[in-house]
């Protein structure tokens, strides 16, 4: 009787695993379109080469997984707040260093329009 409840309870994590591994998978294909999207528009009003297009891409990506992982771990209200803030001031000076200093507020505006 013990092995069959274990069977069952281990079957069970085995299926809950695989359907979060999923929803992960899904969410990151999100992430990337997005990402792609933002980065080609933003690319465009700025005039920035490919390289600099796809470091941008990459740069939004790492972001939002950054912030998606901070939104779903197990952390108190002021705990959540620093690792957003972490991400934002990661991607700030990833950008940063992308983009000119000096054009980085026009990027700000462009990338908050997109959200």
Known sequence: MKSILKITLSLF???AMGLTASA???SNEEIQSTAEMQAKKIGDQMELSESHINKLEASIV??????????SSNTDKKGLSNLKRRAHNSF???VKAIVSPERFAYFMKLYQSLN
Do not use: G, M, P
């Open 13 to 15: 994590a085995f299926l």
């Open 92 to 94: 700030k000076k990833e």
């Open 62 to 71: 790492k972001f939002h997984t950054s912030i998606e992982r901070a939104e």
């Open 24 to 26: 992960q998978e899904i």
